[in-house]
């Protein structure tokens, strides 16, 4: 049987691992944006050139989604980089 304390600890290490989670999806949606306004595109232009839906874009650069590795390759592909760039936060 848990004690409190253990059911505390189990909390607190659920909550640090969903803020770590939450900081790379806030830092990679702002990573994407950083280099989607420096070639000027729109979210609706580079969900064109992507292959994802516009709102797609947008939760992703408001870390409302994790995204899946090939969508992190249609973004690479869509903005013209390596994927590496979209991690160099």
């Known amino acids: 049987m848990?004690?409190?304390t253990h059911t505390i600890?189990?909390?607190i290490l659920k909550s640090?691992?969903?803020?770590n989670q939450s900081n790379t999806l806030t830092k990679f949606g702002k990573n994407i944006s950083k280099l989607r306004k420096t070639q000027n595109?729109?979210?609706?232009?580079?969900?064109?050139k992507s292959?994802?839906?516009r709102t797609h874009i947008?939760?992703?650069e408001r870390?409302?989604?994790n995204i899946t590795l090939l969508n992190i390759e249609k973004l690479a592909k869509g903005l013209g980089v390596k994927i590496d760039e979209l991690f160099r936060f």
């Not at 640090?16 to 803020?19: F, G, H, K, R, S």
């Not at 595109?41 to 064109?48: M, R, V």
């Open 16 to 19: 640090l691992a969903m803020n």
């Open 9 to 11: 600890s189990i909390i």
């Open 58 to 60: 947008g939760m992703i």
């Open 63 to 65: 870390a409302e989604r």
């Open 41 to 48: 595109l729109s979210q609706e232009q580079l969900a064109h």
């Open 2 to 4: 848990l004690t409190i």
């Open 51 to 53: 292959g994802l839906h």
